[in-house]
């Protein structure tokens, strides 16, 4: 079945760390996002990327980093900058064009 | 500054009424509006969506209206059951660039 993965579900970081969250698609998808959601804000884009080796900044991009090495990954890096860095973390794919997006399971990320 | 406005934030219903939600939005660029449905811990899944060239579309128990000149667009769920409890986020998108509301809570009591 062919859908988008997320890992890990639940991560905990302390503060000063960076930690990196996985998402992987194999819907052969051009467009990959990363958005934030906290309750009461619906979904904030951080970064988004619609070809292999691009990738641009979204709405709220300060503190993190991404890469799009393969078509089918696109790894998001929260960095110790990130000021405020616990929340739910979502991850979509779409072919290219005004077309619905497919959503990971997230990754709740905690700072401890 | 948010570009689709929703509401309401929650929404208490009976089983078997009619919810509605509603969104509004002012780029008259936005060309494509989905909505998305949301359980807790989990991500959105593509619930509906319409394009500005029709009025209305149904899918089962789930029904889009959209008005173009007043810039808004609803969600209706006929005979609404507590497995529809979830969030749901309107969102409209042109140039591949969506944007989406704040979401709206249902709870549909049996």
Same mark, same amino acid.
């Given at each position: 079945?062919?859908?988008?993965?997320?890992?890990?579900?639940?991560?905990?970081?302390?503060?000063?760390?960076?930690?990196?969250?996985?998402? @992987?698609? #194999?819907?052969?998808?051009?467009?990959?996002?990363?958005?934030?959601?906290?309750?009461?804000?619906?979904?904030?884009?951080?970064?988004?990327?619609?070809?292999?080796?691009?990738?641009?900044?979204?709405?709220?991009?300060?503190?993190?980093?991404?890469?799009? @090495?393969?078509?089918?990954?696109?790894?998001?890096?929260?960095? *110790?900058?990130?000021?405020?860095?616990?929340?739910?973390?979502?991850?979509?794919?779409?072919?290219?064009?005004?077309?619905?997006?497919?959503?990971?399971?997230?990754?709740?990320?905690?700072?401890? | 500054?948010?570009?689709?406005?929703?509401?309401?934030?929650?929404?208490?219903?009976?089983?078997?009424?009619?919810?509605?939600? #509603?969104?509004?939005?002012?780029?008259?660029?936005?060309?494509?509006?989905?909505?998305?449905?949301?359980?807790?811990?989990?991500?959105?899944?593509?619930?509906?969506?319409?394009?500005?060239?029709?009025? @209305?579309?149904?899918?089962?128990?789930?029904?889009?209206?959209? =008005?173009?000149?007043?810039?808004?667009?609803?969600?209706?769920?006929?005979? *609404?059951?507590?497995?529809?409890?979830?969030?749901?986020?309107?969102?409209?998108?042109?140039? =591949?660039?969506?944007?989406?509301?704040?979401?709206?809570?249902?709870?549909?009591?049996?």
């Amino acid at each position: 079945d062919g859908g988008i993965t997320q890992s890990p579900k639940y991560l905990f970081r302390k503060e000063g760390q960076n930690v990196t969250l996985s998402c @992987e698609q #194999n819907l052969n998808h051009d467009a990959m996002y990363w958005y934030r959601q906290d309750p009461g804000q619906g979904l904030r884009l951080i970064y988004y990327s619609q070809i292999v080796n691009d990738f641009q900044k979204g709405d709220i991009a300060e503190g993190y980093s991404v890469s799009r @090495e393969k078509k089918e990954s696109f790894p998001l890096t929260v960095t *110790s900058a990130q000021k405020n860095p616990t929340a739910f973390y979502l991850c979509a794919s779409s072919i290219i064009g005004n077309y619905g997006y497919t959503f990971g399971s997230g990754t709740r990320l905690t700072v401890v | 500054q948010q570009q689709v406005k929703q509401s309401p934030q929650s929404l208490i219903v009976q089983k078997g009424g009619i919810p509605i939600i #509603n969104c509004a939005y002012e780029n008259t660029a936005f060309d494509y509006f989905p909505w998305y449905q949301q359980f807790p811990g989990k991500g959105p899944a593509l619930l509906i969506a319409i394009r500005p060239d029709v009025s @209305e579309k149904k899918e089962g128990r789930f029904t889009i209206s959209f =008005n173009k000149s007043a810039k808004q667009f609803s969600l209706h769920i006929m005979d *609404s059951q507590p497995g529809d409890s979830a969030t749901y986020f309107c969102a409209a998108s042109a140039n =591949n660039d969506m944007r989406f509301g704040a979401g709206t809570r249902l709870t549909v009591k049996p």
